[in-house]
């Protein structure tokens, strides 16, 4: 065998086991966003990041039905990062490998952003995440709209979801 082979053999071998390593030692976390007055489960924009790490990790639905959307830009180093997943409403799964994660979801602009820090350990586990709402816009006969969307046309359902929106127009 010639010497690029093994090194490729090699390197394909590192990365199997690697990658059965990172599955071995993750756990499932089921997390659930919900309206903190009635209880009932909110789509949002979710992000999730290990604290020790820095690493960024993005939820899907736990029920088929459901819709996920991961959104991840970085200018530069620090400038500008935006890694977060749309997410529709009810119950998801996460894989996180044990350590402590920040958990920041937003909904719309009604609803408080709301913030948590979970302590992952090799069982799983599950959170729920309540948000607030401070004011009702459309009982005073106001909806929201997004006239700026950078986002194909398959994420823009997703994305009008978890937005709150009633209203969006692409720029594609």
Known sequence: MTKPFM??????AFLILSFNFGLVNATEVTGNVVDSDSGD???CRLYVQNVDSG??????????????????KQVGQTAS????????????????????????????????????????????SDFRLPMKRFVNMPQRGWYSGETHAHRS?????NLVIAEDLNVAFPMT
């Open 7 to 12: 090194q490729q053999i090699v390197t394909l």
């Open 41 to 43: 489960g909110l789509p």
């Open 55 to 72: 690493e960024w990790h993005f939820a899907k639905p736990k029920n088929a039905a459901g819709s996920a959307v991961e959104y991840k």
């Open 81 to 124: 990062i935006e890694m977060h997943t749309t997410l529709s409403a009810g119950i998801f799964p996460l894989q996180l490998s044990p350590g402590q994660y920040r958990i920041h979801a937003e909904y719309g602009k009604e609803f408080l952003p709301a913030d948590t820090e979970i302590n992952v350990s090799t069982e799983p």
């Open 153 to 157: 046309l398959e994420e823009l359902p």
